[in-house]
Nanobody, 115 residues
């Protein structure tokens, strides 16, 4: 499975961005797809995850601001990020796991929120 993220950039606090994660390869075996982020000097953390059945879960810090969704026809998962804060600044990574419990990562996309 190959994952390619896009949509990052520089935005002012209070603004919005939509990240995309396009999957290719053996995607029929994928189960959950999630967005993680890693800020400088911090550990990588889960932001949001969506299952193959469409169930979602979010980190407390992004609940009510971020929305994860998937378009199975396009093999793409989105992360709509609203009301962005400077503390949302990080490299955002897409992650997928499959029925064999293997994990796959994208290359990451930088999100910078200015105050």
């Amino acid at each position: 499975v190959q994952l390619v993220e896009s949509g990052g950039g520089l935005v002012q606090a209070g603004g919005s961005l939509r990240l995309s994660c396009a999957a290719s390869g053996s995607i029929s075996n994928t189960k959950n797809i999630g967005w993680y982020r890693q800020a400088p000097g911090k550990e990588r953390e889960l932001v949001a995850r969506i299952t193959s059945g469409g169930a979602t879960n979010y980190a407390d810090s992004v609940k009510d601001r971020f929305i994860i969704s998937r378009d199975n026809a396009k093999n793409t998962v989105y992360l709509q990020m609203n009301s962005l804060k400077p503390e949302d600044t990080a490299v955002y990574y897409c992650n997928a796991d499959d029925i064999f419990k293997a994990h796959y990562w994208g290359q990451g996309t930088q999100v910078t929120v200015s105050s």
